[in-house]
């Protein structure tokens, strides 16, 4: 194969079929992966050859499956809407903060007073594993309609109801003309694929085969943004001011989105990014299927990313000018709060050296967060990110063009793995996500990747200027914080053995090839 | 297919339901698992069922992270596709036996989920072929499943495969050793806190107290089991599963509780009625209660303000699994003067179990005013039987933190699961002092300048 380079179309299936029940996995889609270590110019070489497996493990650790937590604490968030788990009790018990998600944004920061989020499960039992659960999931629908009258009623599968063969698409049908609300089926059983991302495709798919409207008008102002629960409620709105400064509104789908938001997704006039690849799907369909235009590369994250970001939505909104001086006035507010941060940074180790940082979460974020931490003149020489698939791969080779190489661990929350490789780098700062097990057990410094959605305080923005600002000095706090993380490392025990700490591979536990 | 000796149930619940307060049983043996220390489960099950219950049961459980072997601890065979087919038995070898390599624990315990039970994975022959080839490791399996029942079955179904499969023979019984069972860790929220209070309580009238849960020595405690003179269980209902097998394989008689006392007058009749039964000596059970008792009220007088002229004789609305419900009424109504308006009971237990809690919340009051008792689990019909009645208090989870205020126009306090907004770690309202620490925590909701 050496030699050979795939073209775009063989790296990624492009075409979208809505005529199917689902979406095809991530695997098939984009030869995803969840399993590498090693120089991120390998990797996109492998990649750009077509050489690169997903390979397996000897050890592995609960990471996260299609419907958990992926969806099953997003889909309950759209408002006027109701989730239905087909599935045992335990596959939604993830969801049970539904009442409280959103609640601590003040309405004044312009949250909707009144709402109210809904969900229910079929509650598999042995029963009806044996016997079928069709009738259940039917009457589910018609108790939810009952109930909440709403305008959707997303039913979400389960590897249960995968396996014992449920018809679900049969009974959408059967049920529907009897209901008010468009059902809208979500194929994510947890065993469909090992990548979670095959998730984030599964509920676009079904978005765009069931709920998107045949636009009735255009809306040039309006821009669709796909935000993750990763986003807090400051980076809305930040974006929002800043887009609002040019006269664009912004449709964010799918967290806390109405139905009617995503019915008029039709309608706008570009799909921008915060995640590249969660946003993937959705761009693709919509301008397959209604040419609205998108881009997928840069999201928001840093300075010269969002004036990329902000120039690329202007090109498709008519609204060049505008945007170059709006980013010349944010420059000037902005520019020299990034210098003092830059500074006090550069200072901080008092020997000239770099503060090295060690961070990323999904793939997206990878390519975000390493250009943004060389402009705050941090040092990343090594990154971590959930998976990895072709979809990212053109900017990741641009991202090692410009940077230089880096190493990657790809890996979806493989707690031992990263605290391997955070113990072994042991870099400054250290960013860690609440599902990275014991890594935060060090002497340097510890902080989180990122805040979560219904978090309203400026300080934990990362979006767009005043989020890098902000984020900037929140990493800067963080090099002053070690009690917690060097207590906990020396009181409490390690969840590995010493061997593991001692020998230099975090990827182990690779199997070997048979 | 499935379970291969599925426990006598009679609650089992068949239609939809909206936001249970409970997860499914691979969920409550994990937890169960996570709530000893010491204990290293490995799930073989999908990648997603650790997080998803680190979100369902650890922060939903009092906001608390995953710890050593919870959430993305946990080692998981990762049940995809391909093992669907062809089955998923060689992963889980593998994992067990890296688990073994890397991971510090005293016991192993696999906990089967829904892919294996469904493909009719044979994981005994696979745990057997382990303890052959490495008989020092303690290694069981827990066949389960999340259509096997809820968190609350989960839990005996931990339990029972510990009797199975580690208590294989009978020991002399030990003198004063007594087990306590029927705190769910983190569905009892206060677990925790509950553990270690009955623990020390039990030592002082001179007993040994083998809690299990929140302890170390996880594997110690669980080979101390049939040693006990006594097994007490603390539900009307959980953990009497657990008792009734202890007591046919190890002779072990066991007594139950409808709760974890709460209060001075709760833990005196535990006290009194533990006593009787071990063999305690009434002068050491009489004297730890008067000296309890007399510190007890004498720190309850410093609330009489605050409750006597600010919010006296309210009604008060309680939502909660069957324990926490029993003794919280109690204790709200016996010692405070406060009156029960309607109690929703939200674990669905077994109907023996309904006759013993509708007594205790009823003849069992010191009150006239009765509460409305109802079993209920779906979040929907409990808001609605919320709604148009007296309570000026709402004991409840975090699911009702938001609409309590608007729509009922009553004070709330997070005492069940799940509790996504109030972080308990070693917080309780167990023992004599306990009702001290519900009081300031119902009351600091409302208390102000007078």
């Known amino acids: ?514 | 297919m499935g379970i291969s000796e599925p426990l006598e149930t009679n609650n089992v619940i068949s239609g939809a339901i909206e936001a249970p307060r409970y997860s499914c049983a691979l969920a409550g043996a994990y937890s169960t698992a996570v709530g000893m220390f010491g204990v290293v489960p490995i799930l073989h099950s999908g990648a997603g069922c650790g997080i998803g219950q680190l979100f369902g049961q650890f922060y939903g459980g009092g906001q608390n992270a995953g710890g050593p072997y919870g959430g993305t601890s946990t080692p998981c065979s990762s049940l995809v596709e391909e093992h669907v087919i062809f089955g998923g038995e060689k992963k889980l070898e593998s994992l067990i036996e890296s688990t073994v390599e890397l991971v510090n624990g005293e016991l192993f315990a696999v906990i089967s989920g829904c892919v294996p039970s469904l493909i009719g994975d044979d994981v005994g022959a696979v745990i057997r072929r382990y303890k052959e080839k490495k008989p020092e490791i303690p290694i069981i399996h827990v066949n389960t499943s999340g259509f096997a029942g809820t968190s609350y079955e989960g839990y005996e179904y931990f339990f029972d495969s510990v009797i199975d499969q580690l208590l294989e023979e009978k020991v002399p019984k030990e003198k004063g050793l007594v087990n306590v069972f029927g705190i769910v860790p983190f569905q009892h929220i206060f677990w925790k806190g509950e553990a270690r209070t009955i623990k020390t309580l039990l030592e002082k009238i001179g007993l040994k107290a083998n809690l299990i849960v929140g302890e170390f020595d996880a594997l110690e405690n669980l080979k101390k089991i049939p040693a006990a003179e006594y097994n007490i269980i603390l539900s009307s209902w959980v953990g009497h599963e657990t008792a009734k097998k202890l007591e046919e394989k190890f002779d072990t008689p066991y007594i139950s509780f409808p709760g974890v006392p709460i209060g001075p007058k709760q833990t005196s009749e535990f006290l009194r009625v533990i006593g009787e039964r071990l063999d305690v000596s009434i002068d050491v059970i009489e004297d730890l209660i008067s000296s309890e008792e007399r510190r007890a009220y004498r720190f309850a007088e410093y609330v009489g303000d605050v409750l006597l002229i600010a919010r006296p004789h309210p009604y008060f609305a309680v939502v909660a699994d069957s324990n926490s419900a029993v003794s919280i009424t109690k204790y709200l109504a016996n010692e405070m003067g406060y009156l029960p308006d309607i109690v929703q009971i939200t674990d669905n237990p077994p109907e023996e179990a309904r006759e013993l809690i509708n007594e205790e919340l009823t003849t069992g009051l010191e009150t006239p005013a009765w509460p409305e008792i109802i079993y209920e689990v779906d979040a929907y019909r409990i808001r609605e039987n919320l709604k148009d009645r007296n309570f000026m208090f709402l004991l409840a989870s975090s699911l009702e933190t938001f609409i309590s205020g608007p729509e009922f126009n009553a004070i709330h306090l997070t005492v069940s699961f799940p509790s996504y907004d109030r972080i308990i770690l070693e917080r309780s309202y167990a023992g004599f002092s306990g009702g001290l620490t519900l009081m300031e925590d119902v009351m600091s909701k409302y208390a102000g300048p007078l």
């Not at chain 1, 089926?185 to 694929?193: D, K, Q």
């Open chain 1, 1 to 514: 194969m050496s030699g050979t380079e795939l073209t775009e179309n063989e790296l990624i299936e492009e075409r979208i079929d809505l005529s199917r029940n689902t979406c095809p996995n991530r695997e098939q889609r984009a030869n995803g992966i969840n399993v590498w270590y090693g120089k991120a110019s390998d990797l996109a070489k492998e990649a750009r050859s077509g050489c690169l497996r997903q390979r397996e493990r000897n050890f592995q650790q609960s990471s996260g499956c299609v419907l958990n937590f992926y969806l099953s604490v997003r889909i309950g968030t759209i408002r006027d809407a109701v989730a239905i788990y087909h599935a045992p009790v335990g596959c939604s018990s993830a969801a049970l903060g539904y009442r409280e998600l959103y609640r601590h944004v003040p309405v004044e920061l312009g949250r909707p007073a009144n709402f109210d989020l809904h969900w229910m499960t079929t509650n598999l039992g042995e029963r009806d594993v044996v016997y079928g659960a069709g009738e259940k999931l039917r009457e589910a629908i018609k108790e939810a309609e009952r109930r909440y009258n709403p305008k959707a009623i997303f039913v979400l599968t389960s590897c249960t109801s995968g396996i014992i063969g449920e018809d679900i698409e049969g009974t959408v049908s059967q049920v529907q003309p009897e209901i008010k609300a468009t059902i809208v089926p979500i194929h994510c059983e947890g065993s469909r694929s090992r990548l979670v991302q095959t998730g984030y495709d599964a509920f676009w798919h079904a978005v765009l085969k069931y709920l998107v409207k045949k636009p009735e008008k255009k809306q040039k102002d309006l821009v669709n943004v796909a935000s993750m629960l990763s986003y807090t409620w400051q980076d809305r709105l930040e974006i929002k001011r800043l887009l609002g400064k040019v006269g664009l509104r912004v449709n964010f789908v799918p967290e806390f989105a109405s139905v009617e938001q995503f019915e008029q997704l039709s309608e706008a006039a570009v799909t921008a990014p915060l995640c590249p690849t969660y946003t993937d799907y959705l761009a693709r369909g919509l301008k397959q299927e209604y040419g609205i235009p998108y881009f997928l590369y840069p999201s928001p994250m840093g300075v010269a990313h969002t004036d990329e970001w902000l120039r690329e939505i202007g090109r498709h909104t008519g609204k060049e000018r505008e945007i170059e001086a709006l980013i010349k006035e944010e420059h000037e507010k902005w520019l020299p709060k990034l210098k003092a941060i830059r500074q006090e940074f550069e200072n901080f180790k008092g020997n000239g050296e770099k503060v090295e940082v060690l961070g990323a979460l999904g793939q997206g974020r990878l390519l975000a967060q390493v250009p943004y931490f060389d402009e705050l003149g941090l040092k990343s020489s090594a990154a971590m990110c959930q998976d990895f698939d072709n979809l990212i791969l053109k900017d990741l080779e641009k991202l090692i063009a410009q940077m230089g190489d880096f190493d990657i661990l790809v890996n979806t929350f493989q707690a031992a793995e990263q605290t391997h490789i955070t113990n072994q780098r042991n870099p400054d700062i250290a960013m860690t996500c609440p599902f990275q097990g014991g890594a935060f057990k060090r002497d340097k410094g510890v902080t989180r990747v990122h805040a979560l959605r219904s978090d309203a305080h400026p300080w934990s923005a990362q979006s767009g200027y005043t989020g890098a600002i902000a984020f900037g000095n929140f990493l800067l706090q963080s090099l002053k914080s070690h009690s917690y993380q060097r207590t906990m490392k020396e009181k409490t025990q390690s969840t590995y053995k010493d061997w593991w700490y001692k020998q230099p591979n975090s990827l182990y536990y690779l199997k070997a090839e048979e």
